[in-house]
């Protein structure tokens, strides 16, 4: 698959430049960039297609266009093991999708288990156990044609009942933890030994990029029964039974998880390697050593330790492929408490500019400089946050927020709105504090510096583990809170998770007494949000999710500070072809090694 | 002998107890929610209150408490809350030969640079070497074991490519395998008890070299080297058994952070995550492993003692 260019070379030059302004040849004001819904939907997206995707994200380079060639153009062949470290993380409790609740956990089991879709690096679904599908016109009902002929780890036949058999254990809360995802599901039926149906309650946009999703969704990733009933649900957590390229042949807890090629996987061109061998590795330092000593080929897990990724990219040997990461980071500001309390944000915003505490609100979101934040916290990698929604769901995401937002940094406002409050030049404002983890403990100390050195206020760290943090942040019980989210494939996941009254981060464990709304409530946006949740047009879908995410901009639901980067770091001699380079995942089925 | 030694088992039976009594309180009040943690970003409220009631954090303390007890006096330590509920004796289980191997290349790798760093510096009193070897002793006493890790990663894995930079072998896989994946951990977190070790031969030798059986077996024309060998380093040896019997137990439990660099899955890392993700049977059952081997360590000390000097009589 890594074919080099047989070409002369000056005709070799000419068709790469072909192939260069084909891929450049759109409206940048048409969002479909001059594709059809048919070359974006399908269980195959063409080469064309994702050349087209690349140039209209800007991240499309002549590398790209090497006829064949992935994300970088090794000379590769099929086979080989392939040693993997997983970074700050120190074992996989578990790859049962319905107890996953960590990216760097999907990142395995995406290697294991399959679902009916999975997404393409262009976050749009793709057939996986599901050959195609349809949808009525009411938007509600989806009918699967699943694949036929594929096998389970363990040898049992993939059929209906096992779609079925994962959605009554994902929909029991003792069984899964994403039970909340099926919510919107009404039932399932099956119409044949290959044939189901979902009916939903509603229309629901994200149903295939996120409920039916082998990675992230996980609540419809397909578990064996078989499986499940012989191992226990303990000893499949560690050892997973799945339809996936990889089968798990060994899991030392805490030590390595051992994944061999699937001989029986339905596409028998993947997947490329032998074998896997996955180790967690907590410290930054030892995985920067392993990596450069060659004990392991790529590096997966939670995101690479900022301060290392210049010495990687200097690093020959290695090399380091940087994309938008589907998240955003930012600060919380506790809207009950003094001086930043607000108490209706369903107010049109030049009201709520006239509010103390709205304003105090304000100011602290534009003393942010958010390109200065990324260069001394992370290191220059990131792209600076105005809302939830990613530069990596592209289509969907704003890049005029940064100039338009009132969150837009201007360091001459935030102080004249400060001063407006009752501040002027910080005097007076009351040391805050600011909950951080301890990972996050640098980020937080650039906050309190470029907050002091902006608008003159004081900031206090307040240091916690992550559930001590998680269960303040939830009940309401902090000024600051610096956390953000991760594995963010959909428009749901930056708004129905964060912004909306209900939301799952959003006060859901406050005194509903004193605090009848959480981190952030406005009517408007409810109902955009919900909305856009149930708008299967994609153009009406993303007006309203830019509004959506606008308001909250602009009403200041959060300080937002960064999106993070997607970096991964390989050797030299692995082939991690473009097709895999799925923002946050670690797909590992068309990979290759070389040497 | 025998009704001495039942008199430690019952002792150290307490111990363990209290110990573990003490943590299980402990853990509930340290702020922070289990199912928090766990459940994340799935954060649905029925999970929540489903598991909740599955482990019991529904029930008042002392139910839990008394629970968690007459489940231990069975055996049994439980299941851990996080992820795929694997019994907790499943996880030590597989993390104490890791620890185990460690502690005791480290225990090997520290006695190896101690006792003939401890002689020398003895025999040599006031000389340069000995200021030489004391000057070496406080530099590992004080250099921070993880530092140094990482050193040793840097120069022999990163630099050299003699040793693999992380990770674990068991025994099982061939013996150079786990030896190679060993020897750095080992040197990381040996060296700073080689240094206790060997300040404590220094001093205890000087003491003995000082008495007078010592003088009269040196007046009789022995050579140096059976002096130093046959009488006095034997004599030397019991205070430094006790501090190597600590030694030992510190290593089991306080290699964590070597563990942690180099990727280890041992005992002191199930403690600290059990306590990251407020874990409470695992943190439990690792509090009880670490309390039993720092106990069955110091018995097997006191019970050297007599082997090494037949004049201490336990009884």
């Given amino acids: 698959m890594t074919d080099s260019p047989r070409l002369p070379r000056s005709k070799f030059r000419a068709s790469l430049r072909d192939r260069w302004n084909e891929a450049h040849d759109f409206d940048p004001a048409d969002p479909l960039v001059g594709l059809s819904r048919h070359d974006l939907s399908g269980p195959v997206i063409e080469r064309r297609t994702v050349l087209r995707l690349l140039a209209a994200s800007g991240v499309l380079t002549a590398a790209h266009l090497l006829p064949g060639v992935g994300v970088r153009p090794a000379r590769a062949a099929a086979g080989g093991t392939l040693r993997a470290g997983w970074a700050a993380v120190g074992e996989f409790r578990t790859i049962d999708p319905a107890q996953i609740n960590q990216v760097l956990l999907f990142q395995i089991s995406s290697n294991v288990l399959s679902g009916l879709t999975h997404i393409n690096p262009q976050l749009q679904a793709e057939g996986d156990l599901a050959v195609d599908w349809t949808v009525d016109d009411t938007g509600t009902q989806y009918t699967f044609n699943l694949r036929e002929g594929v096998t389970f780890h363990n040898g049992d036949p993939f059929t209906a009942d096992d779609v079925i058999f994962t959605y009554e254990r994902s929909s029991d809360p003792d069984q899964s933890i994403h039970s909340r995802v099926l919510a919107n599901v009404a039932g399932i039926e099956k119409l044949g030994s290959h044939k189901v149906r979902f009916s939903l309650k509603a229309p629901q946009a994200s149903f295939l990029v996120k409920t ?34 990889f089968r798990v042949t060994d899991h030392k807890l805490g030590q390595s998880m051992t994944l061999e090629r699937f001989e ?111 260069r001394q916290a992370q290191f220059g990698r990131g792209t600076p946050a105005y809302g939830t929604i990613n530069p990596a769901m592209g289509f969907y995401f704003d890049d005029t927020l940064g100039e338009t937002s009132e969150q837009a940094f201007d360091m001459e406002a935030a102080r004249k709105l400060l001063a407006d409050a009752g501040f002027p030049n910080g005097d007076g404002f009351p040391t805050l504090k600011i909950l951080c983890t301890p990972a996050a403990r640098r980020d937080c100390l650039v906050i309190k510096n470029l907050l002091k050195k902006s608008i003159g206020i004081d900031i206090e760290l307040d240091t916690k583990d992550f559930p001590v943090l998680l269960d303040e942040f939830q009940t309401m019980n902090f000024d600051l809170c610096r956390l953000g989210s991760g594995g963010d494939f959909d428009p749901d996941d930056g708004l129905v998770d964060w912004v909306q009254t209900e939301s799952k981060f959003n006060g859901r464990k406050r005194n509903k007494d004193e605090m009848p709304f959480g981190l952030f409530s406005d009517p408007e946006v409810d109902d955009l949000v919900a909305r856009q949740s149930a708008t299967a047009d994609v153009e009406a879908r993303r007006t309203l999710v830019q509004k959506a995410n606008r308001i909250t901009s602009d009403k200041v639901a959060q300080a937002f500070l960064f999106h993070p980067a997607d970096v991964q770091v390989t050797r030299k001699e692995v082939d991690f072809p473009v097709k895999s380079r799925i923002p946050g995942l670690v797909d590992m089925d068309r990979v290759t090694l070389s040497g | 002998m025998t009704g001495y030694l039942l008199r430690r088992c019952l002792g150290a039976v307490v111990v363990m107890w209290a110990v573990a009594t003490l943590v299980f309180f402990m853990l509930r009040i340290v702020p922070g929610d289990p199912l928090s943690a766990m459940l994340f970003d799935a954060a649905d409220p029925a999970a929540a209150d489903e598991l909740r009631i599955k482990f019991g954090l529904d029930q008042p303390l002392p139910v839990q408490y008394a629970k968690w007890f007459w489940l231990v006096l069975q055996g049994d330590l439980g299941n851990s809350i996080y992820g795929s509920r694997i019994p907790v004796s499943q996880i030590l289980i597989e993390a104490a030969p890791r620890t185990f191997s460690l502690a005791v290349l480290a225990f090997v790798v520290s006695v190896l640079i101690a006792i003939p760093a401890g002689l020398i510096s003895a025999l040599k009193r006031g000389q340069p070497i000995d200021h030489g070897v004391t000057f070496i002793a406080f530099l590992g006493l004080s250099m921070p074991d993880f530092w140094l890790g ?46 206790i070790i060997a300040r404590m031969v220094r001093s205890s030798m000087l003491e003995v070299l000082k008495t007078d059986y010592v003088r009269v077996a040196a007046a009789r024309g022995l050579t140096p080297w059976r002096v130093v060998m046959g009488y006095a380093f034997p004599n030397a040896l019991i205070p430094v058994i006790t501090v190597m019997g600590i030694a030992f137990g510190l290593l089991m439990a306080a290699a964590v952070v070597v563990e942690t660099v180099f990727a280890i899955k041992g005992l002191g890392r199930i403690l600290i995550e059990g306590i990251l993700n407020r874990d409470y049977p695992v943190v439990q059952g690792a509090i009880l492993a670490v309390s039993f081997i720092f106990v069955f360590v110091n018995l097997l000390v006191d019970v050297l003692y007599v082997a090494i000097d037949p004049r201490i009589r336990i009884e």
Avoid: C
């Fill in chain 1, 212 to 245: 039916l999703e082998r990675s992230s969704g996980r609540a419809m990733t397909i578990v064996s029964r078989g499986a499940l009933a012989s191992m226990g649900a303990s000893d499949y957590g560690l050892r997973a039974v799945g339809t996936g390229p």
């Fill in chain 2, 150 to 195: 990482i050193l040793l990663i840097i120069l022999f894995a990163a630099s050299l490519g003699w040793l693999p930079a992380i990770g674990y072998e068991p025994l099982s896989n061939g013996f150079w395998p786990w030896l190679s994946h060993l020897i750095l951990p080992a040197i990381a977190a040996g060296t700073a008890f080689s240094a």
């Fill in chain 1, 264 to 374: 029986n996987y339905y596409d028998p061109e993947r997947p490329k390697l032998d074998k896997i061998v996955i180790t967690p590795i907590i410290d930054p330092e030892p995985l920067a050593a392993a990596i450069e000593a060659g004990d392991i080929h790529i590096i997966g897990g939670n995101p690479v330790a900022p301060e290392l990724v210049d010495r990687f990219e200097a690093n020959p040997d290695l090399n380091v492929s940087t994309v938008p990461a589907p998240g955003f980071q930012g600060v919380f500001l506790n809207p009950w408490r003094d001086p930043m309390q607000v108490s209706d944000f369903s107010k049109p915003i030049e009201e709520l500019k006239r509010e103390p505490g709205f304003m105090v609100r304000l100011a602290i979101a534009k003393a942010i400089d958010r390109d200065l934040y990324i």
